[in-house]
């Protein structure tokens, strides 16, 4: 997250402003170090502007010992009051000597890429403890109010299948856990599925060949379905089709067919089974044709 504190060069000669004297304060305590390219321009100035109290809430910073983390918070409720998340990420970045981008028109930038919620988490979580010092951790910790570790671990994996499945295009089988071009698309179809084992499953992937059959079938052992109920019925009926009739529809197991067609909707896989049960035994035509009945989830 340290992109989004973006940092300017050297600050205007002449006549201080409150921002200039937050900007020294906070190289004087030695915080992370911080110029104005412009001052017209600074997303101090701009924050000072719109807000009445903002000059009173500088000196009340100014003023504050540089020990005192709890000096940005204290000084924006006596003297700014109540203020919303975007706001208070402006003051406080203010108060630091920083430049925080996409916080124009009400941090709309900022606002676009999360919910509500999570914005006003991310900077709860930013602006904690007063103003970031060196190797401050606090842009690693709370990149996972962002991206929870789950999250980061299906978009992990999702990069390595996508890979694979590139690689692999002219040798993969027609049916995988996960079929998409993309990685939102594999995100979205990685739900039925634990995050750790997905990710275990897309490493296994990356490291057999592409016309490896057992070895796929070893990794996709390897997934957790998180609710596998209510694929266990049409995937038995599957199962015995496929020992019936010799072919390999459902990976040759109850456990490895809930794990290919965790995706799909219950009531989509059930008309997909009644679809092949009516095609006679070894007509390879069975699965493309009833292969549109299947919805995703």
């Given at each position: 997250m340290r992109a989004l504190l973006v940092l300017a060069l050297a600050g205007a000669a002449g006549c201080t402003t409150p921002c200039d004297d937050l900007d020294a304060h906070a190289r004087a305590c030695k915080l992370v170090p911080s110029r104005y390219s412009d001052d017209r321009f600074a997303a101090c100035t701009a924050v000072r502007q719109e807000t009445a109290a903002?000059?009173?809430?500088?000196?009340?910073?100014?003023?504050?010992?540089?020990?005192?983390?709890?000096?940005?918070?204290?000084?924006?409720?006596?003297?700014?009051?109540q203020a919303d998340a975007c706001l208070h990420y402006r003051l406080w970045g203010a108060a630091?000597?920083?430049?925080?981008?996409?916080?124009?028109?009400?941090?709309?930038?900022?606002?676009?890429?999360?919910?509500?919620?999570?914005?006003?988490?991310?900077?709860?979580?930013?602006?904690?403890?007063?103003?970031?010092?060196g190797n401050d951790p606090r842009y690693d910790v709370c990149q996972d109010v962002l991206f929870p570790p789950a999250a980061g671990q299906l978009i992990d994996a999702c990069v390595l299948i996508i890979e694979w499945t590139r690689a692999c295009a002219d040798a993969a089988p027609d049916f995988l856990p996960v079929t998409a071009s993309n990685?939102?698309?594999?995100?979205?179809?990685?739900?039925?599925?634990?995050?750790?084992?997905?990710?275990?499953?897309?490493?296994c992937l990356a490291e057999i060949a592409c016309d490896d059959v057992p070895g796929r079938l070893d990794c996709l052992l390897g997934l957790e379905v998180l609710d596998p109920g209510d694929a266990v019925a049409p995937c038995e009926r599957l199962v015995a089709y496929s020992n019936t009739c010799g072919v390999n529809l459902g990976g040759g197991s109850v456990e490895a067919c809930s794990r290919l067609f965790a995706r799909f909707t219950p009531a989509s896989l059930g008309a997909f089974v009644d679809c092949v049960e009516t095609y006679e035994c070894g007509d390879p035509a069975a699965a493309a044709d009833c292969a549109g009945l299947l919805e995703l989830q």
């Open positions: 903002f000059d009173a809430f500088a000196a009340c910073v100014e003023q504050a010992e540089c020990a005192d983390r709890s000096a940005v918070d204290r000084c924006e409720a006596e003297h700014v009051g630091c000597g920083l430049e925080p981008s996409g916080t124009e028109e009400q941090c709309a930038t900022l606002r676009s890429a999360m919910t509500d919620a999570v914005f006003e988490a991310w900077v709860e979580c930013i602006t904690a403890d007063g103003c970031p010092r990685v939102l698309e594999c995100v979205a179809q990685a739900g039925p599925f634990s995050s750790e084992s997905f990710l275990e499953y897309a490493t």
